[in-house]
């Protein structure tokens, strides 16, 4: 078998191979703009060896994933903070961290993550895509919520109703003023229009998947916040307690203790960053629509402060929502009502 520890960058990647059965070994550098890495790989699925490469986490990667899919040969990806600790020397150049990632893979001691399947990181960037427009629409109507206040007029959400419309298209404005409120209502009407389209996959999505209608059923969750918490968890099954995923989702407080002495932080924050800010909505969303959950909320907001309250309510949604899919799995035949506690869930909270 071919080993190779590679440094990965978006314009090249620095590699350190060796034969396990002839214990020929080298190092160079290949490049990426002119085919050279495509080449490389290619040549070694000729010879019919098994290979295997292994890189560190990082961005950019989905082509050189999808090359060494294609051409059949091993990826393993690594955690980078675990190989970091692992490193001795206090020098760093590519050819040592290619070094070090072959040792690691040679010694057994590559730490390897889960990876999702393409299908898995599709059906995620639907939801990044719908997050982002939905984003980009806030600001669309803030810009438009400050020409109303300009003109002495108040009206909050209201000013997306139909008369609230036609009062904003009413104010006479000078000729540059009129122009920019032209483009932003034809903005706003396009970015609704995409961000329906978008919401009426998320729900297509969700009928499909068992599990996602599970979770619907717990009070505030809505299938943007199900697909999601199922999407990046993967299966439940990958976790052995809910600490676990409050772990692993960043909701947990980061820890600085020493000499019998504990302090704790604010949240790591080392998860994914939209199913956790999802969750945090939710959360709110249960409080609202659940009086049990609303007991809670208060009997933390009157020991802390509101805003760590909804942090700590987000951490107990997501372990409720890990225990719900884990000890209650649904049937594919007995997947097909589910019933949804707020209408409110399925926006999770997003202007």
Known sequence: MVIIGCDYHPSMQQIAWVDTETGECDERQLRHSDGEAERFYRELKQKA????????????TRWFERLLAGLQLELWIGDPAKIRAQRVRKQKTDR???????????????????????????VRQL??????????????????????????????????????????????????????????????????????????????????RPAVQQLMTHPGVGPITALAF??????????????????????IPCEDSSGGRQ????????????????????????????????????????????????????????VSLYWLWRNHPVPPATAGTVRTWSSSGDHNGVP
């Open 49 to 60: 060896m098994p290979v295997r490469v292994g890189i560190e986490a990082t961005g950019h």
């Open 96 to 122: 040592q961290d290619a070094q070090h990632l072959l040792t690691l893979l040679l010694e057994d001691r590559f730490p390897r993550l889960w990876v999702p399947s393409p299908e898995n990181r599709d």
């Open 127 to 208: 939801l990044w895509h719908r997050h982002r427009l939905v984003q980009m629409r806030t600001r669309v109507k803030n810009q438009l919520q400050s020409m109303a206040l300009n003109e002495g007029v108040q009206r909050k959400h209201k000013l997306w109703n139909r008369e609230g419309r036609a009062e904003l298209e009413s104010f006479a404005l000078a000729p540059w003023a009129a122009r920019r409120r032209q483009d932003l209502l034809r903005l706003l009407d396009q970015f609704t229009q995409q961000i329906d389209e978008l919401s009426q996959a998320i729900e297509q999505e969700a009928q499909q």
């Open 230 to 251: 199922v999407l990046v968890l993967g299966t439940a099954e990958r976790f052995g307690c809910g600490k676990q995923v409050g772990s692993y989702l960043g909701l």
């Open 263 to 318: 302090r704790l932080g604010h949240i790591s924050k080392q998860g994914n960053t939209l199913l956790r800010y999802l969750l945090v909505e939710a959360a709110q969303s249960a409080v609202r629509c659940d009086t049990e959950w609303r007991k809670r909320f208060l009997h933390l907001a009157m020991r802390r402060e509101p805003r760590i309250a909804k942090v700590a309510m987000a951490r107990k949604l997501a």
